[in-house]
């Protein structure tokens, strides 16, 4: 049983850091902001449930079990909702998408 | 193998500070700035140093970052050039530097255990903490217990430094509309981010729960992490999130300016009135053992007292520095 | 076993920072602020198992309340900059009524 328990938190774990890679990675080569925010945003969601579900797997049925879960829990609140901020706040302030006709301007370059 | 992620994480946190002193634009170096502040975090926490990492992340990721954006409301968003000899403060910096790794090479290896720190003072906290104080976390109990006085100097450092603040910038709502106009006054202060739904209602959802992980930090600072500095930090973080979604105006009917100096002066107050309090029960000056029968119990309960002192302290005063910040108008 | 999780979460924090050192817009160094984030979360739960020191949870916990306001304040203070009306016109501030 518990050697079962180790794989299958072996296995979350691994997957859970690949999609955090995933998303990292997407952050550098993608072309223009909304789609950056697109792949980031998976780390938010699928990379976070998968790790934090591999400790928990870990831990058992303690404390800290409830811990993690609430921190599974609010991660999951905050992420998608500063995703949605930003992007809204992009959009208002005029950073366009880029096209294949013309290239992306961006009102507010820094 | 948690050296090399120390030192990964070392070498991260020279480039971001490089960076934050090359760059022009001062809201890159806000947010650059905040990514040092989690960076020294996470080196902290690998350091073994759970309390110290809290407050960093506490202080500098949370508040830090919205004092500087609120400053930078008010100034502009451009460094302006910089004039002066470069080569001569860039060769005034290294000789400074190389002063100060000549300096380190005397110091006793890292984590040695002959070290004097480890065999003078830490093992005689250690070993008599469960006699005399009896609580699991040995830095609150130096903190609060054994080195009260310098915790006293502290709380004193940290209302001197609000009411400093409070003296430079502190406009009632009168003075703030005379200066810039009534008009750009009210718009400033009506919008906040109420035009964007998701964000208002997901925010207003974590409000009490931030606070109430405040009150779980201040209370738990005897058994695992926390204590006073950092629940402050939470609780302040929490109402300030709360203003930033529905308007300062709101947050300052929810708890007004006066409340704010009550809770500066009166943190500081009940942490010098536990002292006394020691004093006129027969004891000397912040000396809990005296509180109580039971001297291992007076010393608990008179932690506890000092750290709500600290808390409501800093919660008042960073409280304070965002209002005055945040209610010069938006220029 | 939680090793490979922590150096490729060590890997995708150096990749955040890049991009926030070379994003041309404001609002990359505010995502890559917001990944940095949630990515030192998560070192902290897998750190605090791998030091087998189950209360730094605490601290995941903190981080992860912390790191939304960051974001948040920003956006709010960018958007009252470029946004602020001129002292001639009044507040007709643009309104967009869904986030």
């Known amino acids: ?110 | 193998m948690i050296t090399l992620f120390s030192l990964f994480l070392l070498v991260l946190l020279v480039i971001t500070a490089v960076a934050v002193v090359q760059t022009r634009n001062l809201f890159a170096a806000v947010m650059l700035l905040s990514i040092f502040s989690l960076l020294l975090a996470a080196n902290f926490l690998l350091l073994d140093a759970a309390d110290v990492a809290l407050t960093e992340a506490a202080i500098g990721a949370g508040i830090s970052t919205v004092l500087f954006l609120g400053a930078l409301s008010l100034t502009g968003e451009r460094e302006a050039p910089r004039k002066g000899p470069r080569l001569l403060y860039l060769v005034a910096v290294i000789a400074a530097t190389a002063v100060v790794i000549y300096a380190t090479f005397d110091k006793p290896a890292f984590g040695d255990p002959q070290a004097p720190v480890q065999t003078h003072v830490a093992p005689w906290y250690l070993e008599k903490t469960p006699e005399y104080i009896d609580i699991p976390n040995v830095v609150t109990a130096i903190l609060g217990a054994y080195r009260g006085y310098d915790t006293l100097g502290e709380v004193f450092v940290v209302f001197t430094a609000g009411i400093g603040v409070l003296f430079l910038l502190a406009s009632g709502p009168g003075s703030g509309s005379k200066r810039r106009g009534s008009r750009l006054t009210e718009v400033g202060q009506v919008t906040g981010l109420r035009h964007y739904l998701v964000p208002r209602v997901v925010g207003r959802l974590l409000v009490p729960f931030i606070i109430l992980f405040g009150l779980y930090v201040q209370f738990h600072g005897e058994y695992g992490p926390g204590g006073g500095f950092q629940a402050g930090a939470f609780v302040a973080a929490g109402i300030v999130l709360y203003s930033l979604l529905e308007g300062e105006k709101k947050a300052l009917d929810i708890i007004p300016r006066k409340v704010l100096m009550g809770m500066v002066c009166g943190g500081a107050l009940l942490y010098s009135a536990v002292g006394v309090l020691g004093m006129l029960m027969g004891g000397n000056f912040l000396d809990y053992s005296v509180l109580l029968d039971n001297p291992v119990a007076a010393q608990q309960v008179g932690i506890i007292l000092i750290e709500l002192g600290v808390g409501l302290t800093v919660t008042g005063v960073l409280l304070s520095i965002y209002h005055a910040f945040a209610a010069r108008g938006r220029a | 076993m939680y090793y490979v999780v922590t150096i490729a979460t060590l890997l995708t924090m150096v990749l955040a920072l890049i991009r926030a050192l070379m994003g041309p817009t404001v609002y990359d160094r505010v995502l890559a602020v917001n990944m940095f984030g949630t990515k030192t979360v998560l070192l902290v739960a897998v750190i605090a198992y791998l030091f087998g020191r189950p209360d730094f949870l605490d601290l995941a916990l903190a981080y992860a309340l912390i790191n939304f306001i960051g974001v948040l304040a920003v956006l709010e203070f960018f958007r009252s900059r470029t946004k602020s009306p001129l002292p001639g016109d009044e507040g007709k501030v643009s309104e967009v009524s869904e986030g």
């Open chain 1, 1 to 110: 049983m518990d050697q079962i328990l180790d794989i299958l938190s072996w296995i979350l774990l691994s997957a859970g850091g690949l999609f955090v890679l995933v998303g990292g990675i997407g952050a550098i080569r993608m072309p223009d902001l909304y789609t950056r925010m697109h792949v980031a945003s998976v780390t938010d969601s699928a990379g976070a449930i998968l790790v934090l579900t591999g400790i928990m797997v870990q831990a058992g049925l303690t404390l800290a079990t409830v811990k993690l879960a609430a921190i599974l829990l609010f991660l999951l609140f905050t992420g998608p909702t500063a995703s949605n901020a930003l992007a809204s706040a992009a959009l208002l302030s005029g950073v366009r998408t880029q096209d294949k006709d013309h290239k992306a301007e961006e009102d507010h370059s820094s």
